[in-house]
């Protein structure tokens, strides 16, 4: 008999571990990337370079390949095309298109989140076309595109030269013109990764986010992760609350649910949210720290198979650590494996492959691999990070080393 053929829309890192337990359950795996060379490419049976945004054109490959089941584990935008491929050819999905369409909208997110008191900072939503006159936002605020994937357009503006500049290239990075101007919440941010089962949410681990917003475009970039987070009970205890309201609220039911919070002692305030598995290798962590494998479980609610949601806490702290370089051609990265064999990284995730360009006008674009560490404490992270960037070195084509060896986690 031939292999049902399954479709994943992106070639993201964490993909390549979706692809392969989808081979492991019998299926031929098609990879829909609009790049010529992903990162999962290598590991799907076939490659078909189309973007996973547009609809039609995912929707006419799964019918070329008979599809049974189209799926993105990790993306938002992603989802919505997942989901909309889906209903067109009656095949199972987590959600409706409706809802993925409606969720991955920052201004229906924020409208929804303040009209069931689930704190979140003021904001103002502009359609396409709109635009921003008088409002009572305090400055620095926070400029997104309503629609867009991870950071993309994600800007900081501390005046309203800089909102004016930054809601243009907001416009330009959403798919529909759509943007999202919020105040700035200080504090610690963090990243709660959990399962939402019967309006539940099982939060299975949360994770300290440590970003810088820098250059002259004011990029927001995440640059390392560390679990457990130093929070406060207060905090803990809202968090818990609050991530199975937004899944009350929104209807998400057997399915992964990321929240991402702000921090100020036991004050919370929600940046956003997705129902689906958290970026990078957050799955590898997620599984290594409680034992919960949400790949699994993701591939299980595509299908509208009832999840069975059971893990345990870890005593270890755990730390993702991204790899950033500056503008170029990437072409390797050197000391690694002698890390991974003397026990100071766990393992390695790739973002870029030999040839793949590192860009600077959005944080995704700097990233050259994830590495991810584990410690007895706290400080046992910080100095196995100090002593890995030291350690370590990226080069491009030509010989130049090009990591930032100078952002990584310090504190």
Not at 22 to 47: C, F, Q, S, T
Not at 62 to 75: F, G, P, T
Not at 286 to 302: H, L, Q, R, V
Not at 338 to 354: A, F, N, P
Request: charged residues 25%.
């Amino acid at each position: 008999m031939e292999k049902p053929i399954a479709i994943v829309l992106g070639g993201t890192a964490p993909h390549i571990e979706l692809i392969r337990q989808l081979k492991e359950r019998g299926y031929k795996v098609v990879l829909a990337d609009y790049l010529p060379n992903p990162p999962a490419k290598k590991h799907a049976d076939v490659h078909e370079q189309v973007s996973t945004l547009d609809n039609d054109a995912v929707l006419n490959i799964a019918k070329q390949y008979d599809a049974k089941l189209v799926i993105s584990a990790c993306v938002d935008q992603a989802n919505i095309t997942a989901c909309y491929v889906a209903e067109q050819l009656g095949l199972p999905h987590p959600y409706s298109y409706q809802l993925a369409s409606d969720i991955t909208n920052k201004g229906f997110m924020k409208r929804m989140m303040w009209e069931n008191e689930i704190p979140t900072t003021k904001y103002v939503f502009l359609n396409n076309g709109e635009e921003l006159g008088e409002n009572t936002l305090r400055f620095p605020v926070m400029v997104k595109p309503a629609d867009s994937c991870a950071a993309s357009g994600v800007k900081k503006a501390n005046n309203k030269e800089d909102l004016v500049l930054f809601l243009a290239e907001a416009k330009k990075v959403s798919r529909t013109g759509r943007t999202v101007v919020e105040e700035f919440f200080s504090g610690v941010e963090v990243s709660v990764y959990a399962f939402a089962k019967e309006h539940q949410s099982n939060i299975l681990m949360i994770s300290e986010r440590l970003s810088v917003i820098e250059g002259e475009n004011q990029v927001l970039k995440c640059y390392a992760t560390i679990t457990p987070p130093n929070i406060t009970a207060g905090a803990l205890q809202k968090i818990e609350t609050y991530t199975t309201k937004i899944a009350h609220v929104f209807g998400l039911d057997n399915t992964p649910l990321h929240v991402q919070f702000i921090c100020d002692g036991d004050a919370v305030s929600v940046i956003e949210f997705a129902p689906r598995v958290g970026g990078g290798i957050s799955y590898e962590n997620i599984k290594n720290n409680t034992g919960f494998d949400i790949i699994s479980a993701t591939i299980d609610s595509y299908l509208q198979k009832p999840v069975v949601v059971k893990y345990s806490r870890s005593k270890r702290f755990f730390s993702v650590n991204l790899a950033y370089g500056i503008p170029s051609v990437f072409d390797h990265l050197d000391g690694v494996d002698q890390l991974i064999e003397k026990g100071y990284i766990d393992s390695i995730h790739y973002h870029r492959t030999k040839g793949g360009t590192i860009t600077a006008d959005r944080a995704s674009g700097g990233r050259i691999a994830a590495i991810l560490v584990s410690g007895d404490s706290r400080q046992e992270i910080l100095e196995k990070v100090k002593f890995i960037f030291e350690s370590i070195n990226a080069y491009d084509e030509k010989g130049n080393q090009i990591l930032r060896k100078d952002l990584y986690i310090k504190q």
